[in-house]
């Protein structure tokens, strides 16, 4: 007898094989070999390749890879390859036929038995080859199929206050805010009235969930007593990292599996003598452990990834989850055939989010998903590179203001609040009380689809420090006869805004340090030399220099009083 | 912990948003004045002192031909949007119940001030629309004829009625609207000089545990009764300094769970609302580990 690479070779007749697993402990307890031998020797035409020692077939590509070798000879060996079951039952044939000499042969058992997943469990992997004279050799080699699965991923990062949780603001059409679960961003477990944590009741392999798209509403499930809960058992929430930093998931492994007849059972493993290990690669790098630890059922491993982006942006991250096994002591993994895809939304942002002082609630618990999702649109229609705080001011009120490019209409289809577009004289709807209901202004405009200047500063800086823009101030300046400005859905430039008058009694906009430069979303100033004329020039109000803005603004001086930002509801 | 508030009024919230910030009065809030202006613009001082009233039931007002949505709590006030039948929002009604008369006329002042236009807003007395003790019309439309929203007080009380679509096919009017909902607060009765606002009770606000394990659930054991003894409508907030994560919905049981999401201290805060616009709140610390 011979071992190599977790085989155990044997010439002899089948009658005479042996069959023993390639952990030590299962070699110190199996029979020695008997019978007479065939042949001379295993050395002589059939040595042992890369073979899986553990398999799980409900992994994407999951199944047995058997390798083997086969010396020079001018005629074909016969080979068969089996898989037995631990009574010594056949249960496969992954091949039988002819194989060159000289070469490694490689086959693939899929792990499936009678078209149905094989059950975790103990196998033998028999190849049997037999030489132009008769010769007969045979290797074994013990396999291990496990159910390998991840029950729930939880996002954090390297660094504490480097991850946020993101933040919804409506539940089956009504208004409540709910931040992503901190515990599990990452959810696939049994629902009510399914068996397993990793398989559905048919045996196959839940699928993972997809990154959930909607933007206003989280995952609901309907209970069939009635009413409406938020979904707990299967959900991929996007996720918010502050640009740069290293993230750190915290997989949980799932603890049973279905079996072939449809019963619960386990997932056998940890296999004795053996580690198993996970990591994760992407498009970026790497996930792995500083501290690899063998996994076990329900077990918890933390894994670190690549950086994520330096700039600002919206990423879609699949991530390929591979198992890798070794003997108790090895320094060297073998790989686990196989992979489990997740798929999850990173959303960056500059700096940690800003909030009004004193808010407390949900809605603080982190950016909300609506606004990171029109930055990111924004700033990929207007060919923006969120780089800076600089960039994410420009993006954000270009696209506020929006009608241009493929942004027909401002945000949310909104109009100034003039008579043109059958206003009222521009009364506050979103943001006049201490407080602005940016939930409602993000639902389609549901407290009408006016707007004043009010609404739109405190809209855009509660917006802007939510995406980590520090220092925000709303800006009230005082009455103003104007110049020419595009009010924000408007068809054009106009001199008469009021129908008889064209003057602010007031006006709110934004600014990050002060009023040196200032940010209005709510109209644009003409920038077309003459600013007290029709048609104008688009002069969008990002970072403004004050000066500027009042002289294209209005005419004569214009007051200032700074305000704090108001809370977000 | 448990500490019993009641909620800070909508004017002042109001006046703390529109004070300015001006670091030579250390912390002190400069006058706004925009509101001061407005203020003498509209003879704020000359406002009728209406009676305050225990509140108003929203919700139980009935516009012909539209559908009244849930009543919605929400800083500042409340609210309620009224639909016809094609599910078009048409009117919005917002609502505050406040502690005093100057608050309401503060609130009132604080709608038409932020108002952009030059144009001084007429009072719905000169258009001879009855509204409350004092209202002020906002007229809209491209012609500039329709009633746009028109706000005003009946003693203690500030409502808002606006038009969602002046111009749209089958838009509304507001003046009958606004008639009705006066007339009901008007025939109101009077609180008695000097008595609190009735608010709904807290009877009872406690959770299983004070420390739960995040992805598990506490039960909470509340009851809060609305001022007419049956049970009020109930909202939870989730937040606090250092601040875990959950959420609180009702089991197949009916009971009310806390699910714990995020570790860290939160204060779970339990609000009861009243039909009548009037809120009391209840919070407890707990723990997410």
């Known amino acids: 007898m011979t071992r190599r690479n977790g085989w155990r070779v044997a010439a002899c007749s089948a009658a005479a094989l042996w069959i023993a697993g390639s952990s030590i402990a299962a070699a110190q307890s199996s029979p020695p070999p008997s019978g007479p031998g065939v042949g001379t020797g295993p050395t002589l035409f059939l040595q042992p390749d890369a073979t899986s020692r553990i398999c799980d077939p409900k992994l994407d590509g999951g199944g047995a890879e058997i390798g083997y070798s086969l010396t020079a000879s001018h005629k074909p060996y016969q080979v068969v390859v089996t898989v037995l079951d631990s009574l010594g039952n056949v249960v496969a044939t992954p091949f039988q036929g002819p194989r060159l000499g000289g070469a490694s042969h490689h086959h693939f058992w899929d792990a499936k038995i009678g078209g149905l997943w094989a059950d975790p469990g103990t196998y033998t992997i028999r190849v049997v080859a037999t030489d132009w004279r008769g010769s007969v050799r045979t290797l074994d080699r013990e396999l291990t199929v496990v159910r390998l699965g991840i029950k729930s991923i939880a996002a954090g990062s390297t660094v504490a206050n480097n991850e946020w949780q993101t933040v919804y603001f409506r539940k089956n059409g009504n208004y409540a805010f709910y931040a992503t679960p901190a515990t599990n961003e990452w959810l696939s477990r049994a629902e009510t009235g399914d068996l397993s944590e990793l398989d559905l009741n048919n045996g196959d392999p839940r699928p993972a969930p997809a990154i959930w798209n909607k933007?206003?509403?989280?995952?609901?499930?309907?209970?069939?007593?009635?009413?409406?809960?938020?979904?707990?058992?299967?959900?991929?929430?996007?996720?918010?990292?502050?640009?740069?930093?290293?993230?750190?998931?915290?997989?949980?492994?799932?603890?049973?599996?279905?079996?072939?007849?449809?019963?619960?059972?386990?997932?056998?493993?940890?296999?004795?003598?053996?580690?198993?290990?996970?990591?994760?690669?992407?498009?970026?790098?790497?996930?792995?452990?500083?501290?690899?630890?063998?996994?076990?059922?329900?077990?918890?491993?933390?894994?670190?990834?690549?950086?994520?982006?330096?700039?600002?942006?919206?990423?879609?991250?699949?991530?390929?989850?591979?198992?890798?096994?070794?003997?108790?002591?090895?320094?060297?993994?073998?790989?686990?055939?196989?992979?489990?895809?997740?798929?999850?939304?990173?959303?960056?942002?500059?700096?940690?989010?800003?909030?009004?002082?004193?808010?407390?609630?949900?809605?603080?618990?982190?950016?909300?998903?609506?606004?990171?999702?029109?930055?990111?649109?924004?700033?990929?229609?207007?060919?923006?590179?969120?780089?800076?705080?600089?960039?994410?001011?420009?993006?954000?009120?270009?696209?506020?203001?929006?009608?241009?490019?493929?942004?027909?209409?401002?945000?949310?289809?909104?109009?100034?609040?003039?008579p043109s577009e059958g206003g009222d004289g521009g009364a506050t709807h979103y943001g006049g009380t201490g407080t602005v209901h940016l939930s409602k202004f993000l639902n389609n405009h549901d407290l009408g689809q006016y707007v004043n200047c009010t609404d739109c500063a405190t809209t855009t800086a509660v917006m802007l420090s939510m995406l980590g823009t520090p220092s925000l101030e709303l800006d009230q300046l005082g009455s103003m006869q104007l110049r020419a400005i595009w009010g924000i859905g408007c068809d054009d430039y106009t001199l008469d805004l009021w129908g008889g008058s064209h003057g602010f009694s007031y006006h709110h906009i934004i600014t990050r340090d002060h009023g040196v430069n200032i940010s209005d979303a709510c109209l644009c100033v003409d920038e077309d030399g003459n600013p007290d004329a029709t048609p104008g020039t688009p002069g969008y109000n990002n970072d403004r220099d004050w000066n500027n803005y009042e002289a294209l603004l209005a005419h004569g001086n214009v007051s200032q009083l700074f305000q704090k930002i108001p809370k977000v509801d | 912990m448990n500490c019993t508030k009641r909620f800070v009024p909508f004017a002042l919230v109001a006046a703390a948003l529109f004070a300015g910030s001006s670091p030579a009065q250390d912390g002190a809030a400069p006058k706004n004045p925009l509101l001061e202006q407005s203020a003498a613009r509209y003879g704020m001082a000359e406002w009728p002192q209406g009676a305050r009233r225990a509140g108003f039931a929203l919700g139980e007002i009935d516009l012909p031909g539209l559908t009244g949505k849930a009543v919605e709590f929400h800083a500042g006030g409340v609210s309620r949007r009224f639909e016809d039948a094609k599910g078009v929002g048409r009117v919005l009604v917002e609502l505050a119940v406040n502690e005093t008369v100057a608050e309401s006329h503060a609130a009132l002042l604080t709608h038409i001030a932020y108002v952009q236009s030059t144009k001084t807003l007429p009072t719905a007395a000169e258009r001879s629309i009855r509204a409350g003790d004092v209202g002020y019309i906002g007229y809209g439309g491209k012609d500039g004829s329709k009633i746009a929203w028109l706000a005003f007080v009946v003693g203690n009380l500030e409502f808002r009625v606006q038009d969602l679509g002046p111009d749209a096919d089958g838009a509304v009017d507001v003046r009958p609207i606004v008639e009705r909902i006066s007339a009901r607060a008007l025939a109101l009765p009077a609180l008695a000089a000097g008595a609190a606002l009735p608010r709904p009770a807290i009877e009872k606000f406690a959770a299983e545990a004070n420390e739960v394990k995040g992805g598990e659930s506490l039960v909470l054991d509340l009851a809060a009764r609305d001022v007419d003894g049956k049970p009020a409508a109930l909202g939870f907030v989730v937040g606090g300094e250092k601040q875990g994560q959950g959420y609180v919905e009702q089991d197949e049981q009916g009971r009310w769970r806390f699910h714990a999401t995020g570790p860290g201290r939160l204060t779970l805060t339990l609000e009861a609302r009243s039909r009548l616009g009037t809120t009391s709140a209840k919070a407890i610390e707990l723990t997410v580990r």
């Not at chain 1, 630890?293 to 670190?304: A, E, H």
């Not at chain 1, 994520?308 to 989850?321: F, K, L, M, S, Y």
Request: aromatic share 12%; hydrophobic share 35%.
């Open chain 1, 215 to 418: 933007t206003d509403e989280p995952a609901l499930e309907f209970p069939p007593g009635g009413g409406v809960n938020y979904e707990n058992d299967w959900h991929n929430y996007p996720l918010c990292y502050r640009v740069g930093a290293v993230p750190e998931f915290t997989i949980t492994m799932g603890v049973n599996s279905v079996r072939s007849s449809g019963a619960l059972g386990g997932c056998r493993y940890p296999v004795a003598g053996w580690e198993i290990q996970i990591v994760g690669s992407d498009g970026m790098g790497s996930w792995t452990s500083a501290t690899p630890t063998s996994l076990t059922p329900g077990g918890v491993v933390k894994l670190v990834g690549p950086p994520v982006a330096t700039n600002a942006e919206r990423h879609d991250r699949p991530i390929a989850w591979h198992y890798e096994c070794r003997p108790v002591g090895a320094t060297t993994w073998e790989r686990v055939p196989g992979k489990f895809v997740t798929d999850h939304r990173i959303y960056t942002i500059l700096d940690k989010p800003y909030w009004a002082s004193g808010g407390t609630g949900t809605q603080y618990s982190g950016p909300w998903i609506e606004v990171l999702d029109y930055l990111h649109d924004w700033a990929d229609e207007l060919g923006i590179t969120l780089n800076t705080s600089d960039d994410v001011v420009e993006a954000l009120v270009k696209g506020y203001f929006g009608q241009q490019g493929n942004l027909l209409t401002a945000i949310e289809d909104v109009h100034y609040d003039c």
